[in-house]
DNA sequence: AATTGTGAACCTCTTCACAGCT
DNA sequence: AGCTGTGAAGAGGTTCACAATT
């Protein structure tokens, strides 16, 4: 496949979820123009991201909500269920645990890591907490893809480095440390204080 | 000041908490390119990054890690406390007050505010759960220049709106909805879906 | 008449490459 | 000799503008 920019990806989700509101509210056809005002960007922005995966509009209509969000979600893979784990059940973790709002959308964490050996074997909201030691069978039985990193930013490389030797190429780390992972493996960091940086660094010196 | 890219400050970010984990480790001086490798960049780039702001290594030698990071932290504007709001004290608002990690970086929660009348008047670690009605005083008060939004997305634009007219400048919205915002305030989103999504996307069409 | 899909133009960000310092 | 700081070149992403279509 084509290289595909971050950015279109993360648009692409931007305008999943635009859909998602508009069908909720009844709306059936759309511009790119609308997209876009609701995005506070461009509608040429929208139309060529779109243009990377085929033509689903038509000329002089707009888009029809339904057909346009169904056929995103097939782009991002999202018509399906992913299995994820946690590794890490400290502070993080249970707030995530908690906050299960990405359930509703395919993303399914089956099973907990933690090293402490007074955690492992409890269960919480039905979801076991493993060794890590197990990780290799427990990745394959549950066919894990995902793997979400929330343990201390010092141990996070590593726990990253058993997880790829288990198979797993998807990650989400919350860990606020850079890591190295083959080409073939995907990081994506989840990090408040670099958003809150951002905004003192705006407060500092732009507003 | 010259436009800065928010690339290069999401940069900045991690070369702080770079430096931070060198210093720890008791480096005391360091190279661009062992910056860059550190965090997948090129050497370059880290050098550039700098260069906006001004000239802080020697050369020959390299950077001398605590003045460097002093020095990106007066960037960043981390020399000095900010006084943080929470809007909505839900799953995710729960979630991060517990996760208070970044508290130890000058961001400071001192105000939780929510509209339900059973949860106003309570006190969640010492922080005082207030009516979204009392905001303009209490903003003025505790001299509040961040709000973190952690409202359902259907009240996510409203509740930004309330805070401009208080005289706030700078969000976190963790609701996954866009919002409209003037040119002198900044949104910055957080919204794990987004990742997630990409890692679906990834696992899907790339891998 | 309205709106898409897209090549071309434009702009921004990244990398190169080297003069200039230490 | 080694590494920074930076102008210039290159790559990549965004916007323009218009032919094509409904």
Redesign the pocket.
């Known amino acids: 496949m084509k290289?595909?920019?971050?950015?279109?990806i993360r648009?692409l989700s931007k305008y999943y979820r635009t859909l998602t509101g508009l069908i909720e509210s009844g709306v059936d056809t759309?511009?790119?123009?609308?997209?876009a005002n609701i995005n506070s960007?461009?509608?040429?922005?929208?139309?060529?991201?779109?243009?990377?995966f085929?033509?689903?509009?038509?000329?002089?209509?707009?888009?029809n909500t339904e057909q346009l969000r169904e056929q995103i979600a097939k782009i991002l893979g999202l018509k399906r269920n992913w299995n994820v784990a946690m590794v890490g059940f400290g502070n993080i973790g249970r707030a995530l645990i908690n906050y299960m709002e990405f359930k509703k959308q395919g993303f399914h964490i089956s099973a907990i890591f933690d090293n402490d050996p007074m955690k492992v074997g409890q269960e919480v909201e039905s979801i076991k907490i493993n060794s890590i030691d197990d990780a290799a069978d427990i990745v394959r039985e549950q066919n894990i893809e995902i793997v979400i990193i929330a343990v201390p930013g010092k141990h996070a490389q590593a726990t990253i480095d058993h997880f790829i030797k288990c198979g797993v190429h998807a990650f989400l780390n919350f860990a606020p440390v850079a890591v190295k992972v083959p080409d073939d493996v995907l990081v994506k960091n989840e990090n408040m204080s670099i958003e809150l940086e951002a905004l003192s660094f705006f407060l500092t010196n732009v507003k």
């Open positions: 290289k595909i920019s971050d950015s279109t648009r759309i511009s790119s123009n609308e997209i960007i461009t509608s040429a922005q929208v139309r060529k991201d779109l243009s990377f085929g033509t689903f509009g038509k000329r002089g209509l707009g888009y």
